[in-house]
């Protein structure tokens, strides 16, 4: 079992940036695929990037493709979410999210994640 808790959201102006932390608690960090998904009020919880457990592979949602980048420090069983270039669009309740083993092609879907962390909003404005 693992326990998840976000840092670092806050109010950025559009154009600017944010890093987001999960410290990871628990056992075999590196077993873990880790992903960070979004909600805003009134929408569906949606899929932002995934990491593999080594670090090397990764995925992202069209919508933050080229401006959002996502790794991992398995040694300090962290995970992290730098947000580059954010738009209002952006705003939203972002969760830090672990998954056991590989992820395969259902990356997305967030009913493939066991664990995940209380949230940490983050607020674009235009």
């Known amino acids: 079992q693992v326990q998840l808790a976000e840092s670092g959201g806050g109010l950025v102006q559009a154009g600017g940036s944010l890093k987001l932390s999960c410290a990871a608690s628990g056992r075999a960090f590196s077993t873990y695929t880790m992903g960070w998904f979004r909600q805003a009020p009134g929408k569906e919880r949606t899929f932002v990037a995934v990491?593999?457990?080594?670090?090397?592979?990764?995925r992202y949602a069209e919508s933050v493709e080229g401006r959002f980048t996502i790794s991992r420090d398995n040694a300090k069983s962290l995970v992290y979410l730098q947000m580059d270039r954010l738009k209002p669009e952006d705003t939203a309740v972002y969760y830090c999210?672990?998954?056991?083993?590989?992820?395969?092609?259902?990356?997305?879907?967030?009913?493939?994640?066991?664990?995940w962390g209380q949230g940490t909003q983050v607020t674009v404005s235009s």
């Open positions: 999210s672990a998954q056991n083993g590989a992820y395969g092609s259902t990356f997305a879907d967030p009913r493939n994640y066991v664990y």
């Open positions: 990491v593999n457990r080594s670090g090397v592979g990764t």
